[in-house]
């Protein structure tokens, strides 16, 4: 049995993500010239860093969403579903907190929340597709080395 792949749900599932993040960054102001003004830790990348890694990640996300919306409803689905919701809810928020309001102790605890809940995400994801556990994992990396340096950051600054 081969599975057909449905353009539109998939455009839409990882155009949420990727629109999510543009607003996001557009809401948070100058987000690269905060970036440079602020002490940043040794293991802090360059500011284009993030533009190149974010698409990516985004782009993973909306696959393995779409990938879950394709399964047949059930009660884990609709967990998963709402996972994901809510974080790309803290996903969203997170740049406002650190860039736009300097907020960087708050922002470290939100993005460990949006880490706990990328990590529920994924499991549940991993649970009814296994495939999409290759698609969320980098996220859930990135998220990881994300909190040690909002962590350091705040510390600095």
Wanted: net charge neutral; proline share 6%; glycine share 4%.
């Amino acid at each position: 049995m081969t599975a057909s792949i449905r353009l539109k749900p998939l455009c839409v599932s990882v155009a949420i993500p990727l629109l999510g993040g543009m607003a996001s960054a557009f809401l948070a102001g100058d987000m690269e010239q905060a970036y440079e003004s602020m002490l940043r830790p040794s293991f802090a990348p360059p500011p284009w860093v993030f533009a190149v890694v974010w698409p990516i990640l985004y782009l993973g996300l909306g696959i393995a969403c779409y990938m879950i919306w394709e399964l047949e409803d059930s009660a884990t689905r609709t967990q998963a579903l709402t996972a994901y919701a809510v974080q790309l809810i803290l996903n969203f928020l997170w740049p406002l907190l650190f860039f736009r309001f300097g907020l960087y102790e708050i922002a470290f605890w939100e993005i460990c929340a949006l880490l706990v809940i990328a990590l529920l995400t994924t499991g549940l994801f991993a649970y009814l597709k296994k495939k999409t556990l290759f698609l969320m994992l980098p996220y859930v990396l990135w998220l990881v080395y994300a909190c040690a340096l909002n962590k350091a950051i705040a510390m600095l600054n």
